[in-house]
């Protein structure tokens, strides 16, 4: 199932419809260490195709180098939204007890 998720970046609304697929793709990329690449990936193939331009001139520079901050930033919204409605999770304490 695909989340919508809105985030303002300056002045700009850009829409992202992420879903589980996109998500887990761009964890198992970050497990090599590397997250920048991946992180712009992710935005890159869930933002809305008619602002893909718009928002690869703000988080990219004149080389087309992602800008590092403000892609973990934007990342980290998408992480809080996209995971927002999993449960808890918790270890239970195991007894301590003796005979």
Not at 31 to 37: A, I, N, R, Y
Not at 40 to 60: D, I
Not at 81 to 90: G, I, N
Request: net charge negative; proline share 4%.
């Amino acid at each position: 199932m695909a989340q919508v998720i809105l985030i303002t970046v300056g002045a700009a609304a850009f829409e992202f419809t992420v879903t589980d697929k996109d998500y887990n793709k761009f964890v198992d990329s970050i497990s090599g260490g590397k997250s920048v690449l991946p992180a712009y990936n992710l935005l890159s193939a869930t933002v809305k195709n008619e602002q893909h331009a718009k928002l690869k001139g703000l988080v990219t520079d004149g080389e087309n180098n992602p800008k590092a901050s403000l892609v973990m930033e934007i990342v980290q919204i998408i992480t809080e939204e996209f995971t927002s409605d999993l449960p808890a999770v918790v270890k239970t304490p195991t007894s301590s007890a003796t005979t």
